[in-house]
């Protein structure tokens, strides 16, 4: 969980991973997970701001952030075995 705290996120949505040098680009959205999960909010949580910020609503918000999450696992900055509770 280190890795994930240690990104360096620009309100732009330039992400920058110090550990490997990587670079990445996240919306809006993206930008308010990565937030959310830097923090340690569980699902719930992060789902509210995203309903809160972004006036949406239904499934796909949860399909997001395991879509976020996953890539963050093939990446190698959370465990492979992470999940939002």
Do not use: H, W, Y
């Amino acid at each position: 969980m280190q890795r994930l705290k240690d990104l360096a996120i620009s309100d732009t949505g330039f992400v920058f991973d110090p550990f490997s040098g990587a670079t990445f680009t996240a919306n809006a959205s993206a930008l308010c997970i990565l937030d959310g999960l830097k923090r340690g909010e569980a699902r719930a949580e992060i789902v509210e701001t995203l309903k809160t910020r972004f006036d949406l609503c239904g499934g796909d918000l949860l399909r997001d952030i395991d879509e976020l999450v996953a890539s963050l696992r093939l990446f190698g900055i959370v465990p492979t075995d992470f999940e939002v509770q």
